[in-house]
């Protein structure tokens, strides 16, 4: 175990490197091809899966290489078919990740970071601070991990898992173009979701990218006051600087984002944030999605009812302003970020 930790990750190489590696261990220039063939576009995760390669060539490679794949701490399977998993990386750092069948196509929702320091009040994650970020590698196994245990192509990836995407950006950036990569996993740009709490430096860095990769701001209210009591970590990104940032990002890529809105039982389903809410989207180009609160188990905060949830979606359509609301997947088991990791640590010290 020890030995393995020191040897590289074989799929951290670039295309030429694995050529020079080909050629220094006399092997013929073809076999380069076929090494990257099995690491990118395969998604191979042993050297045993190499069939083509030579058992020779598969023994050298992992006498100085490795595949750093995470390992599967636990799974839960809802009734919906959404599958959670906690996935733990070589230095035993975990994260959560889920896998959303639907209709033939496979959505994968990921963590950039393990734990978070953002600390927002509706979110298990929150409670436990942050470890640390991801490496856009980490991000990526993720993915590819959730493809392999369901055995189908991965169609979409959301941002959405544990973490702030923007705190992280550079992984995350490098992640989205190696799951957009043609030669990879080679999802649509479109296909790939970011979802911020609202860090304004990232939302402008994001609108800079050339890929047409999808934004999402976790909003879940439009008064200033009662966004700094549920979102702490960005107080100081304030509701017109937001404003102004996301109308700079859709004049500068034509993209509309989407406001993720957590409707918390008398907290941000009152009339006054309903008006404010209006107020804030009507005359932009954006989607609000509408999300009834996960019910966690002992939380303060507790789901609006549902007939509040459908008044708002009416209210806001009546202005003009897209919305919809967000089917719950996984309410059976421990979908909301967080959620999965606290039980299990809760069940070990018990």
Known sequence: MERSHRLRDIRSLSEQ????????????????????????????GSFDEMTNIPKKLRE?????????TPTEAA?????????????????????????MPSRGKLSVCVSTQAGCAMGCAFCATGMGGLKRS????????????VARDFDERVTSVVFMGQGEPFVN???????????????????????LTVSTCGVIPGIKRF???????????????????????????VKKY??????????????????????????????NDTNPEMEALIDFCQGTLCHVNLIPLNDTPNALLKPSPMKKVETLQKRLQMHGVEATIRNSRGSDIDAACGQLQQRLSAQQKA
């Open 169 to 191: 950006m550079d992984a995350t950036i490098e992640a989205l173009r190696m799951l957009n990569d043609p030669n990879g996993m080679a999802i649509g740009a479109r296909h």
């Open 17 to 44: 490197e694995i050529a020079d590696l080909v050629k220094e261990l006399g092997q013929p220039a073809f076999r380069a091809k076929q090494i990257c063939e099995w690491l990118f576009a395969k998604q191979a």
């Open 207 to 233: 609108a800079e990218l050339p890929e047409q990769f999808t934004l999402a701001i976790s909003l879940h209210s439009a008064i200033q006051s009662t966004r700094n009591k549920l979102m702490p970590g």
């Open 75 to 99: 799974k839960q399977v809802s009734h919906d078919g959404s599958r959670k998993y906690l996935l733990e990386f070589s230095d035993g750092t975990s994260v959560e990740t889920v896998g």
């Open 134 to 145: 991801l490496t856009a590698r980490e991000i990526v196994d993720q993915v590819i991990h």
């Open 60 to 68: 050298q490679l992992a006498e100085h290489f490795t595949f750093a």
């Open 238 to 267: 304030t509701l017109p600087r937001l404003h102004e940032a996301i109308q700079a990002y859709v004049e500068k890529t034509g993209r509309r984002p989407t406001y993720e809105f957590a409707m918390i039982d008398g907290v």
